[in-house]
């Protein structure tokens, strides 16, 4: 099992529309949760950090964490083609507090 | 305000050749990691070094080694390079173990 898991994709949504995206980690004592969003030939830049069971929301992105059910999600809403790109969560655990996991990724495309 | 910084941005080597990537940030971060990623793969952690003096394997170390110079320098080496690590390469830091990671520009290694 790997330690953090998102569907690979596409994902295609309508512009307008939220666009919803979900990750699953198997290290139950994680502390720190990040998504990250990725252009083609590009880095991963910093969209949203989560530490606390709920919601946090930043503009049209809300992130998720149920740490109970070990589940991580990011909601965009208002969904723009600018959006269109590759999402990767990543976790921090708390055995080995320095280590960042990344899933593999979700591509989200957004169709005018 | 240069962030992260990866040298070189692409390189191409023969197959038992050997090389090393730099990698320096200049954000006084404590924490450095280097990630290698895959069509479809997301990110992989190769190695990190969670503070000056340390270094740990990370998910798919095999066929590299690491040297954190000092607080800013972390450089990652392959000994003798193999077309399965054809990739892109990226360095990132990280300001504490809870923290987020920023990302350099990547290295796009191709070995033929």
């Given at each position: 099992?790997?330690?953090?898991?998102?569907?690979?994709?596409?994902?295609?949504?309508?512009e307008g529309?939220?666009?919803?995206?979900?990750?699953?980690?198997?290290?139950?004592?994680?502390?720190?949760?990040?998504?990250?969003r990725?252009?083609?030939?590009?880095?991963?830049?910093?969209?949203?950090?989560?530490?606390?069971?709920?919601?946090?929301?930043?503009?049209?992105?809300?992130?998720q964490?149920?740490?109970?059910?070990?589940?991580?999600?990011?909601?965009?809403?208002?969904s723009?083609?600018?959006?269109?790109?590759?999402y990767?969560?990543?976790?921090?655990g708390?055995?080995?507090?320095?280590?960042?996991?990344?899933?593999?990724g979700?591509?989200?495309?957004?169709?005018? | 305000?240069?962030?992260?910084?990866?040298?070189?941005?692409?390189?191409?080597?023969?197959?038992g050749?050997s090389?090393?990537l730099?990698?320096?940030?200049?954000?006084?971060?404590?924490?450095?990691?280097?990630?290698?990623?895959d069509?479809g793969?997301?990110?992989?952690?190769?190695?990190?070094?969670?503070?000056?003096?340390?270094?740990?394997?990370?998910?798919?170390?095999n066929?590299y080694n690491?040297?954190r110079?000092n607080?800013?320098?972390?450089?990652?080496r392959l000994?003798?390079?193999?077309?399965?690590?054809?990739?892109v390469?990226f360095?990132?830091s990280?300001?504490?173990?809870?923290?987020?990671?920023?990302?350099?520009?990547?290295?796009?290694?191709?070995?033929?």
């Amino acid at each position: 099992q790997k330690e953090v898991e998102q569907n690979s994709g596409p994902l295609s949504v309508p512009e307008g529309a939220i666009a919803s995206l979900n990750c699953t980690y198997s290290d139950r004592v994680s502390q720190s949760f990040f998504w990250y969003r990725q252009y083609s030939g590009k880095s991963p830049e910093l969209i949203m950090s989560i530490y606390s069971n709920g919601d946090k929301e930043d503009g049209r992105f809300t992130a998720q964490l149920n740490k109970a059910s070990q589940y991580v999600s990011l909601l965009i809403r208002d969904s723009q083609p600018s959006d269109s790109a590759t999402y990767l969560c990543a976790v921090r655990g708390y055995s080995s507090a320095s280590k960042i996991i990344f899933g593999s990724g979700t591509r989200l495309s957004i169709r005018p | 305000n240069a962030g992260v910084t990866q040298t070189p941005k692409f390189q191409v080597l023969k197959t038992g050749q050997s090389m090393t990537l730099q990698c320096a940030q200049d954000m006084n971060h404590n924490s450095m990691y280097w990630y290698r990623q895959d069509p479809g793969m997301g990110l992989r952690l190769i190695y990190y070094s969670a503070s000056e003096g340390t270094t740990d394997k990370g998910e798919v170390p095999n066929g590299y080694n690491v040297s954190r110079l000092n607080k800013r320098e972390f450089s990652l080496r392959l000994e003798s390079a193999a077309p399965s690590q054809t990739s892109v390469y990226f360095c990132a830091s990280s300001e504490s173990v809870q923290g987020e990671a920023f990302f350099g520009q990547g290295t796009r290694l191709t070995v033929v």
